[in-house]
């Protein structure tokens, strides 16, 4: 995403995704020409910067459900609009925007790029409510036109739903104690404010609790963040919408932030890396074989200097395969 300054964001592993996709996109010319990437998260368009800078006949189709990140974008990428398509969709609609862009939902794409989680831009506008750092409404849509608020999850969920949302997207151990100290304190007052539920946090999780593994109330802005967008159930439609889009020799990189989503990258990338000839056969059957190949080793991480510099690096893992055969992926709705 953005540098640092304007636009308030510095882009994650910015040299290391260039690495990895610039083979896919100069397959058929060393400037790009003929190629196309797929941002699937572009936001303040720091990543998409500097691949139209690098490429300069590469084509760019832009993802993003917040509407703030696509006028952001688009006024700082305004010098490369004959080569940038910005479609304002979850990147789970990556079929759709490519043919709204005018290309099939398969095989034509040559790159695509996810950068997931919530940006910094997002969690800097104190009136998004993203962030547990600043008092603001209990807001967290990406999507600012979306119609589910935290706000609403809060103060009409009921405690079995609060639960299970605490412990299945936040990983929250506390999860039925803080739903139930919510729903005494919503009886007489509703929600309005993150400042609110922060100080209930504080209340909820014991003394002991609250002086390791961060700040209290992270994993409960997390859970919400992912129930009000749902972040999880889009990414498991959107990975293999993408690995659909690749042509073959086409790469993908995934950066994740937070374990859920690095678990479902892992999964199908597993999945799609791994033959299905028993092992113990001494040839691959036909039709069997793995249709793409791993290009990084377990989940990669960002350098220490890197980190100082951003420290939204910290808990970057990034993960990169690459398309080596024809055949349909089938979307997974596991864990």
Do not use: W
Request: aromatic share 6%.
């Amino acid at each position: 995403m953005a540098e640092q300054g304007e636009f308030g964001h510095v882009p994650v592993l910015l040299e290391r995704c260039v690495e990895l996709l610039a083979p896919a996109l100069t397959r058929q010319s060393p400037d790009g020409r003929g190629a196309t990437l797929v941002d699937a998260t572009l936001g303040a368009g720091g990543h998409t910067e500097r691949f139209l800078t690098e490429f300069p006949g590469l084509r760019v189709i832009g993802l993003d459900r917040d509407t703030t990140a696509l006028d952001i974008a688009g006024a700082r990428l305004a010098r490369f609009s004959d080569r940038l398509s910005m479609v304002h969709t979850r990147y789970d609609g990556i079929s759709a925007a490519l043919a709204e862009s005018g290309l099939s939902a398969t095989a034509s794409a040559d790159g695509v790029l996810f950068d997931l989680g919530v940006s910094s831009m997002q969690l800097d506008r104190a009136e998004r409510g993203f962030s547990y750092a600043q008092d603001a409404p209990l807001d967290m849509r990406m999507d600012p036109e979306a119609e589910l608020t935290a706000a609403d999850i809060i103060n009409t969920y009921d405690a079995a739903a609060l639960t299970d949302i605490l412990r299945r997207f936040g990983e929250e151990r506390f999860a039925s104690r803080i739903a139930a100290h919510i729903v005494r304190r919503r009886a007489q007052t509703p929600f309005t404010s993150t400042g609110e539920l922060t100080a209930l946090l504080y209340e909820a999780i014991p003394a002991p609790a609250r002086r390791t593994g961060g700040h209290p109330a992270k994993r409960t802005f997390q859970a919400l963040r992912i129930a009000v967008n749902g972040e999880l159930d889009s990414l498991r439609d959107a990975l293999p919408a993408a690995l659909n889009a690749l042509a073959v020799g086409g790469r993908i990189a995934v950066m994740s932030y937070q374990s859920l989503e690095d678990r479902i990258v892992k999964q199908l990338f597993a999945a799609v890396t791994t033959s299905r000839t028993p092992v113990d056969l001494p040839v691959e059957l036909p039709g069997d074989q793995p249709s793409f190949t791993t290009l990084t080793r377990g989940a990669e991480r960002a350098q220490p200097d890197e980190i100082e510099r951003n420290p939204r690096a910290g808990s970057v893992r990034l993960r990169a395969v690459q398309r080596v055969a024809d055949g349909p992926i089938a979307a997974s709705r596991g864990d």
